[in-house]
């Protein structure tokens, strides 16, 4: 073979050779921030350790990692994506119509091409994702999904009496989309439980729970502290009120000056979970009847505030209570529901007999 055959063969061999070095050299993952958040959204939708590994830095500690997916994995429709102020996070637990967002914060890191998550934490002052934050189990009892820190109280058996109560109400206002699972978010710390509330201590820490909506799915957040000191019935009592919050949040808060329609309906509700807390209500309305001549008036929307009064605070719901129990007395729970859907929007001194419901009951139970 003359040296010019040998020449022409080398060069296209030198070719393929430079070539397969480029492959071999170039970068194989996710290329942006992007990509690292896509590539973990589709690894968790594929059950791919290896791939959800490969979006994240080797910096986040191997603990961490192992919660996140054990977490993860329990979940439904997980998506990250960007938002207008930083990052996002929608998630829904089994069974549920809608997802619930969080803003998250996010950093990643990029070297060589290659770019992966540094570091996923809660945005500051916002609401966090309770699978974020702490070992969860995702638990169903009855009509309930439940979203457990692991070490929190017990409440799977309160959980699917309070699902039942508000899906046999015999209120249709309260009875609708009955199929749809209660959720309830219990954390296991107090830390925890105010990452997850994402609001100011003084406004969350005298709460036994409370429900949060406005950012997709409804869910019930319970105050694992308080919980700790419930009885079971207690414990029924507490997630039947929200379960007709958390029911109804979809009609957002009442109108203004309405908020015991709202309150009373829940505690209507709940109260027959124990009787000990009903004949307490009934004892502490009778006492408001009886300090006002009888003409006891219906709660305004400030008196909720009173939370550094515990007593009083009790006997604003008490009024709230007998006031919707006297429509319910005086009409049925189906066209008491309806009152109840027109009170949202309009205020009592407008809607037939609301008004002077309060006082009614008054003159019946304390004369």
């Known amino acids: 073979m003359s040296r010019r055959a040998v020449r022409r063969w080398a060069l296209p061999g030198l070719a393929l050779a430079l070539a397969l070095s480029s492959v071999a050299c170039s970068p194989s993952g996710p290329s942006s921030a992007e990509d ?3 590539m973990l959204d589709s690894s968790i939708a594929d059950g791919d350790r ?3 590994d490969e979006a994240l830095d080797r910096s986040i500690p191997q603990s961490t990692r192992d919660m996140w997916w054990s977490n993860l994995a329990q979940l439904d429709g997980v ?8 990052w996002q996070v929608s998630w829904a637990l089994p069974g549920e119509r809608a997802a619930a967002t969080d803003a998250v914060s996010i950093t990643t890191g990029c070297a060589g091409g290659l770019c ?3 570091r996923i934490e809660p945005a500051a002052s916002r609401p966090a994702p309770a699978w974020l934050v702490e070992a969860v189990d995702v638990l169903t009892a009855g009509g309930a999904v439940l979203l457990v820190g692991r070490g929190a109280p017990d409440l799977s058996a309160a959980a699917a009496t309070a699902a039942a109560a508000v899906n046999d109400s015999g209120m249709p206002l309260l009875d609708a989309d009955s199929d749809e699972p209660l959720a ?5 710390t107090g830390s925890a439980y105010a990452l997850v509330a994402g609001r100011p201590t003084a406004e969350t820490q005298g709460l036994g729970a409370f429900t949060r909506y406005g950012r997709g799915a409804a869910r019930v957040v319970v105050n694992p502290d308080r919980a700790g000191q419930w009885s079971t019935a207690q414990a029924a009592v507490l997630l039947t009120h929200e379960s007709v919050h958390w029911r109804l949040a979809g009609l957002g808060a009442p109108v203004g000056g309405n908020k015991w329609v709202s309150e009373g309906l829940a505690e209507w509700l709940g109260l027959p979970r124990d009787a000990d ?6 004892a502490r309305a009778v006492r408001a009847c009886r300090g006002s001549g009888g003409a006891s008036a219906l709660p305004g929307d400030e008196e909720f ?7 009083a605070l009790r006997g604003v719901y008490a009024r709230s209570w007998a006031a919707v129990s006297q429509l319910v007395d005086e ?19 407008r809607v037939g007999g609301a008004a002077g419901a309060l006082v009614r009951w008054c003159a019946a139970n304390a004369p």
């Open 116 to 118: 992966r998550i540094t």
């Open 277 to 282: 807390e009903l004949a307490s209500s009934r």
């Open 331 to 349: 009409n049925g729970a189906e066209t008491a529901g309806q009152l109840v859907g027109r009170l949202w929007t309009t205020p009592a001194d």
């Open 36 to 38: 690292a958040l896509a």
């Open 184 to 188: 309830v978010e219990v954390p296991a």
């Open 305 to 311: 505030s009173a939370i550094d009064d515990a007593d």
């Open 79 to 86: 998506d990250f994506e960007a938002a207008a102020d930083g």
């Open 50 to 52: 290896d791939r959800f």
